[in-house]
């Protein structure tokens, strides 16, 4: 078998059925299999496959092993010589996949390849290139920063807005869309089991690195991503917790404990300015704004809560994992 097609799915059984229609509409040229795990969601995906998708190999696991570790489930029952990392909340358009697989072998030193994002309305998911997470980085994260300037160099995002439709080497790759050889993923040691959402990706991305080897941005392959499919059932702060605690757990590995320690002190500080500020908007009456500033509150509320006591807070979010 020439690829596998590896989906995590966990209460996106809609979500799938349409992802998968959007695979067979535009079926790769290469010998291929269509692998899928449901991480104990129990969504009916079972039912739903056997209907309309009877080829597809399907695993049903027991317990919710988290993104990555589902993602090795399936990698290990799969066969092909490459494989494609697939969110089931993304739809493929035209010959995105070819595209992808073609260049992974004709690329220099290509480790691993992944896609253009793009949002439902067709518009440019500026997530699907990544810089790996640095204190600064992560202090002067915010939407209008990005916007404002979007070819800093703290974004890693500037490939996206160059007009080159030429591959182009980046740091990091969501995991939405990512393809690699099997060999590769196999020698980093796979998806790390360190991580039950979030930063799994990137740190994929960082060991490939490692090796000497590269990750390109494909501006010519498109894939849709809704974004959120997998985890709208999930707590309202579990995102918030799990992405900072993923960070924190990358940049222990990566960097050392003393950095990520500088981290975690940062985001306790950044979270105390930020609720600071968005009580200051509410004090003014602020109606227009009110939705996003009760969001805000209680995101930055349980940045504060994560950095004041991670370990208590980690495991009220974290399930249990296998």
């Known amino acids: 078998m020439d690829l596998s097609i590896i989906i995590v799915n966990w209460n996106s059984r809609e979500y799938l059925k349409a992802c998968l229609a959007s695979v067979f509409r535009n079926t790769p040229r290469v010998s291929h299999e269509v692998v899928v795990v449901d991480s104990a969601s129990y969504d009916g995906c079972d039912r739903m496959l056997a209907e309309h998708y009877p080829s597809v190999r399907f695993i049903q696991s027991e317990h919710n092993l988290g993104f990555g570790k589902a993602n090795n489930l399936a990698f290990a029952e799969s066969t092909g010589q490459v494989v494609l990392f697939l969110n089931p909340d993304t739809e493929v358009i035209g010959d995105a996949i070819d595209v992808m697989y073609e260049q992974l072998h004709r690329l220099p030193l290509a480790g ?73 993923f196999d020698r980093v040691g796979q998806f790390g089991k360190e991580y039950f959402m979030y930063a799994e990706d990137i740190d994929l991305c960082h060991k490939i690195q490692s090796t000497g080897l590269k990750i390109y941005y494909l501006p010519q392959a498109d894939v849709i991503h809704y974004g959120g499919g997998s985890s709208q059932e999930a707590a309202s702060d579990f995102a918030t917790v799990m992405m900072r605690e993923s960070i924190f757990r990358f940049l222990t590995r990566t960097r050392g404990r003393f950095y990520a320690a500088l981290y975690r002190a940062a985001m306790f500080h950044n979270a105390f300015l930020r609720l600071a500020i968005v009580r200051i908007l509410v004090l003014q009456r602020y109606k227009a704004q009110r939705p996003q500033l009760s969001n805000a509150l209680c995101k930055w509320r349980a940045v504060l809560k994560w950095s004041m006591s991670r370990e208590s807070v980690v495991k009220r979010y974290e399930p249990v994992t296998y």
């Open 112 to 184: 691993a390849v992944g896609c253009r994002l793009l949002n439902s309305d067709r518009s440019l998911q500026t997530s699907c290139v990544q810089r790996f997470p640095t204190v600064t980085n992560q202090i002067l994260d915010a939407d209008w920063l990005r916007l404002r300037w979007p070819h800093s160099p703290l974004w890693g995002t500037a490939v996206l807005y160059s007009g080159n439709e030429a591959p182009q080497p980046v740091e990091a790759m969501t995991g939405a869309c990512l393809m690699m050889r099997r060999e590769i």
